[in-house]
C-alpha cells in the first residue's frame, strides 16, 4: 500500500510558477516510479510528468515539455513538479501517482493522491 498526499496547488496568473509536492509512505519508497497527471472539468485524466524508479529518466507530455520539471527526493521520500510559465489552459486538479510499471498511462497507475486544485487566471 502507498499513501500520496499532494499540496501547492492554488491561484495564479499567466506567466507565475508554482511548485506541486508529493509526499509518499510506505518504506519501498525507490521502489516505483512516480508521476503527474491532471483533469479539467468535463476532460479526462491526462498524463503531464513522470520520473522513473531511479529518477535516471523523466518524462513530460508534449505540453507542459520545457515549462514543467518533475524531480525526486527519496530522503523526504517526495516527488514535485515545478510548473513555469503557467497557462490559462493549465488549469486542473493535479495528481500524484505511482507505479511498479513502466507505462505512463492512468490505468497503469497503482495508487493516486486525493489530488490539489491549480488555477491560472488570464
Known amino acids: 500500500q502507498v499513501h500520496l498526499a499532494e499540496s501547492g496547488g492554488g491561484l495564479v496568473q499567466a506567466g507565475d510558477s508554482l511548485r506541486l509536492s508529493c509526499v509518499a509512505s510506505?518504506?519501498?519508497?525507490?521502489?516505483?516510479?512516480l508521476g503527474w497527471f491532471r483533469q479539467s472539468p468535463g476532460k479526462e485524466r491526462e498524463f503531464v510528468a513522470g520520473?522513473?524508479?531511479?529518477?535516471?529518466?523523466?518524462f513530460y507530455s508534449d505540453s507542459v515539455k520545457g515549462r514543467f520539471t518533475v524531480s525526486r527526493d527519496d530522503g523526504e521520500t517526495a516527488t514535485f513538479l515545478q510548473m513555469n510559465s503557467l497557462k490559462p489552459e493549465d488549469t486542473a486538479v493535479y495528481y500524484c501517482?505511482?507505479?511498479?510499471?513502466?507505462?505512463?498511462?492512468?490505468?497503469?497507475?497503482?495508487?493516486w493522491g486525493e489530488g490539489t486544485l491549480v488555477t491560472v487566471s488570464t
Open positions: 510506505g518504506r519501498t519508497f525507490n521502489k516505483y516510479g
Open positions: 501517482a505511482s507505479t511498479y510499471g513502466s507505462k505512463w498511462t492512468a490505468s497503469d497507475m497503482d495508487y
Open positions: 520520473i522513473s524508479r531511479t529518477g535516471s529518466r523523466t
